[in-house]
């Protein structure tokens, strides 16, 4: 049973930090591309950072300079470092392990909120 469970969400001022985690389990985790995405209430789910089975990350424009996306193979966990949140990244942020590329399936975590006060 493929399980992702995100972890570290919750309430931050304006130009604080955050870090998220995902573990996971159930999975050959090295052969998964890992994605954090989010989505604020009213709008679609955006993917905010990848990183590929060969540890090529990418993140989305808006938050550049600001979040690093990492993953640990061994421990089969990926995190995402915030810093000098804003508002607007207020959402609920959504762990993906993406195996497609191999044959293996998509899946998704549960979420967890992430407020950022002005």
């Known amino acids: 049973q493929v399980q992702l469970v995100e972890s570290g969400g919750g309430l931050v001022q304006s130009g604080g930090s955050l870090t998220l985690s995902c573990a996971a389990s159930g999975i050959i985790f090295s052969l998964y591309r890992m994605d954090w995405y989010r989505q604020a209430p009213g709008k679609q789910r955006e993917l905010v950072a990848s990183?590929?089975?060969?540890?090529?990350?990418s993140v989305e424009d808006s938050v550049k300079g600001r979040f690093t996306i990492t993953r640990d193979d061994s421990n089969k966990m990926v995190t995402l470092q915030m810093n000098n949140l804003k508002p607007e990244d207020t959402a609920t942020y959504f762990c993906?392990?993406?195996?497609?590329?191999?044959?293996?399936?998509?899946?998704w975590g549960q979420g967890t909120q992430v407020t950022v006060s002005s």
């Open positions: 993906n392990a993406d195996g497609r590329w191999a044959g293996r399936g998509n899946h």
């Open positions: 990183t590929t089975p060969a540890d090529k990350t």
